[in-house]
């Protein structure tokens, strides 16, 4: 009887464990557990993904309201407001790169 090729199944688990090859004890051994520490890494990946995000748009804000508290005397708020009411889209990360270049 001629030997059978490795089956699609194989392959599958074949491929959780390649993705898990860092982790320590059982989790990469085992392809229940690989699979599980697998999706819950991917997870926690999103979740981080978010959080940097938000983080990184707060200081943005935190940066453009201490600017121009400082030199213009105007709060975020206030200004955000203008600008939305005179119809005006711009980027926040723009504004922070036109105050550092006219104030620095």
């Avoid at 599980?36 to 938000?54: A, G, P, V, W």
């Amino acid at each position: 009887m001629a030997r059978s090729s490795k089956s699609l199944q194989i392959k599958k688990r074949k491929k959780y464990t390649n993705f898990t090859k860092g982790f320590f004890g059982r989790k990469k051994n085992c392809f229940k557990l690989s699979k599980q520490y697998y999706l819950k890494s991917l997870n926690k990946r999103y979740i981080s993904i978010k959080n940097k995000k938000r983080i990184f748009s707060e200081k943005k804000n935190i940066l453009i309201n201490f600017i121009f508290r400082i030199y213009y005397g105007i709060s975020y708020n206030k200004l955000f407001f203008f600008l939305k009411s005179n119809y005006c889209k711009i980027n926040k990360l723009k504004i922070i790169y036109i105050l550092l270049k006219t104030t620095f």
